[in-house]
């Protein structure tokens, strides 16, 4: 069930009318890092979540986006201000002639699609997704905040600049209870998964924590060291050392060494000693 209580989380306050930030706060409206996306994408996740406990935090976190959902449309409608008459350069003059309010697009008009949601019904990876999804939006609240100087507006803003970290911070907490999980447990890693490979050679090559320590193995010139046959090839099992086997004979087109045959001419009757 769900009930819409008139008190909203944060009341919004609005200056003067700044359809031009109006505008641009449509990004976090109907944008794919915005308000809505975030409430849709961690309502669809619940749904297919079987941790009461991980489901419980996905919900409380959709329903607070929506209350944001709600806030950003508010205070867009406030800097917009009348509708009824507005000047031919007037900033947001898609509002004022399709809606008198902000439709559900980003700041350059496209509309809001369903194609902006991510579930993939693996829960490490949902969780590593809405980590990011928190942090693109915080960074786009970062960026508004440079582009007004309304007292009210800013304030708002940096709440739910501050709402945005603190699910943020929720989601990678949740994440280190999933450690060994998901996409996180052994997904037939092979000797690989451990292999840096060095393929933007030359100077301004570095060494750091992403390629040395940690049982990395740092390759130099993996081209030269792998490159040739295959290396996979048809299931051997989950504990098998390799793809394939030995005396595998690459019949495959990116094989070097591989010499495509000549096409076998049928032998049709009466005609075994044809004339030229």
């Known amino acids: 069930m769900f009930k819409h209580i008139k008190d909203m989380e944060y009341t919004v306050h609005v200056d003067r009318p700044d359809p031009r930030f109006a ?76 809606s008198g309010g902000p439709p559900i697009t980003n700041c350059m008009g496209a509309p809001w699609t369903s194609a902006y949601i991510e579930t993939s019904g693996d829960l490490y990876t949902d969780l590593a997704s809405n980590s990011t999804a928190e942090l693109r939006a915080k960074l786009i609240y970062e960026r508004l905040l440079q582009q007004t100087d309304d007292a009210g507006v800013k304030d708002m803003v940096r709440f739910l600049l501050s709402r ?40 301004g090559d570095s060494r750091g924590p992403w390629n040395q320590g940690n049982g990395i193995q740092y390759e130099e010139c993996p081209n030269e060291k792998y490159g040739g046959p295959a290396q996979y090839g048809k299931d051997r099992g989950a504990d098998s050392k390799g793809e394939v086997g030995p005396g595998y004979n690459d019949k495959t087109r990116n094989n070097p060494q591989y010499t495509q045959p000549k096409p076998i001419t049928p032998n049709v009757p009466g005609q075994e000693n044809q004339m030229h």
């Open 23 to 98: 505008n641009l706060l449509l990004e976090q409206f109907g944008g794919p890092h915005g308000e809505l996306k975030a409430a849709m994408q961690y309502f669809s996740q619940a749904v297919g979540c079987n941790n009461p406990q991980i489901r419980d935090m996905l919900h409380d976190i959709a329903a607070e986006e929506l209350s944001h959902f709600e806030m950003v449309g508010e205070c867009i409608a406030m800097l917009l201000g009348p509708t009824d008459k507005v000047s031919r350069d007037f900033p947001a003059i898609h509002m004022a002639l399709l």
């Open 164 to 203: 945005e970290e603190s699910h943020n911070f929720s989601f990678m907490q949740a994440i280190e209870t999933l450690k060994g999980t998901g996409t996180d447990a052994n997904f037939r890693d092979s000797e690989f998964s451990k292999k840096y490979m060095n393929l933007s050679t030359g100077v």
